[in-house]
DNA sequence: GGCCAGGCTAGCA
DNA sequence: TGCTAGCATGGC
């Protein structure tokens, strides 16, 4: 199938982007090349490899697939630009950040990455229940166990790409499953919980995102194993809220020791006092704030 | 060896 | 309503 492009609204860089995307060595969502990105898409009764990479008008999309129609091409556009946050605006974020001291030059570096997050509510949800009290790398770790174990694969060109496992498939399992991928019990447990609420369709992406902001938030903090981290952490990178803050994040608290030249990390209602003035804009700035910790990867 | 990691729940006052 | 132990383990 030929190629397409999907265009982007200033300020867009493919480049910080890509880089956000090699962050981990041990990510194992998608595949990234120097100027590059793959990812293995499941359309529901097939998978399609999706490889973007950027031409002057926009973002090209080229499908390792051959007769996908115009429907499954709609449906990986919606993906791509879910993933990417492409519909988002982020002019008035550049002006607030111009406004800001420790915005200000974050937004210089980085200017033009976007809110990359997690379009299924299933991955985002677990990811951020592994990613809980643990450090990023065994969280990396543990992520790229649990699907290798019950994820969907194919190889192409001798490259193994992977596909999140299903809740259909986690659903199915008792948390002890989980326990030898070096899972603790707790997490397997909420897991497995919410991989049974997604089939039993009681919890739903489609249905939530129908509702206000604050409406979902309740909704994700009914879930055991999600408190206000996650909950913020979920509107942030799967609902692409981008107002959604997550004050008690220990890495936002790092960067803004270090921005602010603090001695110590500052205390959640100082985060909350010096996150007021990016109203409507808190997981952006936290995004930018979290990508200024891991320097030019 | 101690403490912190992109926290949350259950149990107790 | 507010506080804390316990969870699991890697990395500094």
């Known amino acids: 199938m030929t190629p397409f492009i999907i265009p982007v609204q200033e300020p867009f860089d493919f480049q910080q982007c890509l880089i956000f995307l090699k962050r981990s060595k041990q990510e194992v969502m998608h595949v990234t090349t120097d100027e590059s990105v793959r990812k293995l898409f499941y359309l529901g009764n097939r998978f399609v490899l999706v490889e973007l990479k950027w031409d002057p008008e926009g973002i090209e999309v080229l499908l390792f697939e051959q007769d996908v129609s115009e429907e499954e091409r709609i449906v990986i556009e919606r993906e791509v630009r879910d993933w990417l946050d492409l519909d988002r605006d982020l002019q008035p974020f550049e002006q607030l950040a111009q406004q800001d001291d420790v915005l200000r030059p974050i937004f210089e570096s ?27 790398s065994f969280a ?10 019950y994820g969907e694969s194919q190889t192409i060109e001798g490259v193994t790409y992977w596909t999140f496992p299903r809740p259909e498939v986690i659903a199915t399992l008792e948390p002890e499953a989980l326990r030898p991928l070096q899972f603790s019990y707790r997490k397997a447990e909420y897991i497995c919980d919410i991989a049974r609420e997604i089939v039993e369709g009681t919890l739903s992406k489609m249905a939530l995102r129908q509702l206000p ?85």
């Open 110 to 136: 980085y200017r033009g990455l976007r809110l990359i997050g997690f379009p299924d509510l299933f991955e985002a949800l677990t990811w951020a229940i592994i990613g809980q009290q643990i450090t990023l």
């Open 140 to 149: 990396y770790t543990l992520k790229r166990r649990f699907v290798e174990q």
């Open 213 to 297: 902001t604050e409406d979902i938030r309740k909704h994700l903090l009914q879930l055991r194993g999600v408190g206000e981290w996650t909950a913020d952490y979920v509107l942030m990178k799967c609902f692409q809220e981008p107002s959604a803050f997550p004050v008690a994040d220990a890495g936002l608290h790092q960067a803004l020791m270090y921005h602010l030249g603090l001695s110590r990390k500052p205390t959640q209602e100082e985060v909350k006092r010096y996150g007021a003035q990016w109203e409507g804009w808190g997981g952006y700035a936290t995004f930018y704030l979290w990508r200024s910790l891991y320097g030019n990867v």
